[in-house]
T-cell receptor
Framework: GNSVTQMEGPVTLSEEAFLTINCTYT??????LFWYVQYPGEGLQLLLK?????DKGSNKGFEATYRKETTSFHLEKGSVQVSDSAVYFC?????????????FGQGTTLQVKP | EAGVAQSPRYKIIEKRQSVAFWCNPI?????LYWYQQILGQGPKLLIQ????????DSQLPKDRFSAERLKGVDSTLKIQPAKLEDSAVYLC????????????FGEGSRLTVL
């Protein structure tokens, strides 16, 4: 079945460090891929998405490129801030326009220290 | 625009007791989801509604969980009787239009079963 695997957390970085959170997926065909973020005390919110191979999603300095050959969608940011501390979820949607399920990875906690 | 509202935010019950969670989606959003998020795991879809009809409840443990969205607006998720393994955060999400994968989540209801 369809699934998403993320790197284990927590990830602890100093401010201005480079961030990579790995995400790989298993799916037939061509799913759409997403990164959601959950800040402390808030609901999940969409960070970025890519709907086809080689697409790059970007938002708030974060980027991820849809790599079909490696079935990956790694999240990157060149210089993290303390305010980026959150839980990050990789996800995919596969299926018809109405019934396709959003399937999440297990989440990766990022802690950025000043 | 008001976001997805959920209540209660926290609930502690004994096993075999019952509990109900309420969700009011963003106004005009026809599709509503309930997800279960166990600590250390990603959210897992329990049930999806389109207006007042069920689209997918394949992962809902129907012997103890029930959900309704009678008027196609707000929704209630009930657990009866609760088990220890039901301890989790219950997330409600909604969307409008085609399934682009962008869901709007509430802050969640955290259930602890003792």
């Amino acid at each position: 079945g369809n699934s998403v695997t993320q790197m284990e957390g927590p990830v602890t970085l100093s401010e201005e460090a480079f961030l990579t959170i790995n995400c790989t997926y298993t799916a037939t065909g061509y799913p759409s891929l997403f990164w959601y973020v959950q800040y402390p005390g808030e609901g999940l919110q969409l960070l970025l998405k890519a709907t086809k191979a080689d697409d790059k999603g970007s938002n708030k300095g974060f980027e991820a490129t849809y790599r079909k050959e490696t079935t990956s969608f790694h999240l990157e940011k060149g210089s993290v801030q303390v305010s980026d501390s959150a839980v990050y979820f990789c996800a995919l949607v596969h299926g018809s326009s109405n019934t396709g399920k959003l399937i999440f990875g297990q989440g990766t906690t990022l802690q950025v220290k000043p | 625009e008001a976001g997805v509202a959920q209540s209660p935010r926290y609930k502690i019950i004994e096993k075999r007791q019952s509990v109900a969670f309420w969700c009011n989606p963003i106004s005009g959003h026809a599709t509503l989801y309930w997800y279960q998020q166990i600590l250390g795991q990603g959210p897992k879809l329990l049930i999806q509604f389109q207006n007042n009809g069920v689209v997918d409840d394949s992962q809902l443990p129907k012997d103890r969980f029930s959900a309704e969205r009678l008027k196609g607006v707000d929704s209630t998720l009930k657990i009866q009787p609760a088990k220890l393994e039901d301890s989790a955060v219950y997330l409600c999400a909604s969307r409008s239009g085609p399934n682009t994968g962008e869901l709007f989540f509430g802050e969640g209801s955290r259930l602890t079963v003792l």
